[in-house]
């Protein structure tokens, strides 16, 4: 076998193995012990939110609490003029659901033994967090969470536009399967983004929108709407404009980020056959200028 056949012979087996193990890692998921299975959210046009977590606790006896938590501020009895804030209205679990608002104070929702679980809770959880405590920690299985609000979020308007940007999530487990209802009974909502690019779906009175948010990675929802009745508003020109150009933005990275990632991904699956494409036209040539000499 000339060196040229044996090199093709390594190209082909180095390709195999980087295919084998592109194949595996895509497989596996690196999750740790909590993931959230499920997330589905529900915005109605008079601002409720309505949040349905479904942990997965994957090793038992290591959490006493599945939570989330914002970086609005978060209320429960609380109503503010003229800054935005989300209010809990209800949690809604299997064990004791509570509330950490944005000065510090816990509100537990069910409990017998109120002093020792608010202590442990004022000490563990973030200021604006909501969730679920478990004493006893939570075993192996699935949990679901479901959490009501009333969301006063900042909002954007013109002469012919309304504009929200909502921040569900950044700092965050992994969302396995992510379905989003925006309600639109009116037909009002002219134009809407999503943050990662998710599946978007119309129907006559809503926005599907369906996808996955991988560990950590911004969830976020924008739109353009004729009317949004709820949150802080404040008046800014060309709304329009300006959404659309961030947003035209934000596609063209993530597109270049694509095209790198696929790039990468070629080069590494025909890194054997590049060897021997450098040895045919390079290798070759010098073998025989050695062989004139």
């Not at 075993?139 to 979020?153: L, M, R």
């Not at 134009?191 to 976020?220: C, Q, W």
């Not at 590049?274 to 200028?289: P, T, V």
Request: proline share 3%; net charge negative.
């Amino acid at each position: 076998m000339d060196d040229l056949a044996k090199l093709g012979v390594l190209a082909l087996i180095v390709t195999l193995i980087a295919v084998g193990c592109y194949f595996i890692y895509s497989q596996v998921t690196f999750e740790g012990n909590l993931v959230i299975d499920s997330y589905k959210a529900k915005l109605t046009t008079d601002g409720t939110l309505v949040e349905t977590f479904q942990y997965n606790v994957k090793a038992g006896h290591q959490y006493h609490m599945l939570y989330r938590y914002w970086d609005s501020t978060v209320t429960y009895d609380t109503s503010f003029s003229n800054i935005p804030y989300i209010r809990v209205i209800d949690v809604s679990c299997s064990f004791v659901p509570y509330i950490k608002d944005y000065k510090g104070t816990v509100t537990l929702f069910k409990t017998d033994n109120v002093d020792n679980q608010k202590n442990y809770i004022e000490y563990k959880a973030y200021n604006n967090e909501v969730g679920c405590y478990n004493p006893n920690y939570f075993e192996k299985g699935i949990y679901s969470i479901q959490i009501t609000y009333n969301i006063v979020p900042p909002v954007e308007y013109d002469n012919e536009w309304y504009h929200l940007n909502l921040k569900l999530a950044d700092d965050h487990n992994t969302y396995k399967k992510v379905e989003i209802e925006i309600e639109d009974t009116e037909g009002n909502i002219g134009e809407i983004f999503t943050h990662p690019s998710m599946d978007v779906t119309k129907t006559e009175a809503a926005y599907l929108i369906r996808g996955t948010s991988p560990n950590d990675v911004l969830l976020e929802i924008e739109y353009l709407s004729k009317n949004i009745s709820f949150g802080i508003q404040s008046y800014q020109p060309n709304i329009y404009e300006k959404t659309i150009s961030s947003n035209s933005r934000y596609r063209s990275t993530e597109s270049t980020i694509s095209m790198i990632n696929s790039s990468l991904l070629i080069i590494c699956f025909g890194f054997g056959f590049i060897l021997c494409g450098l040895y045919f036209f390079f290798g070759r040539e010098k073998n025989s200028l050695s062989l004139n000499t």
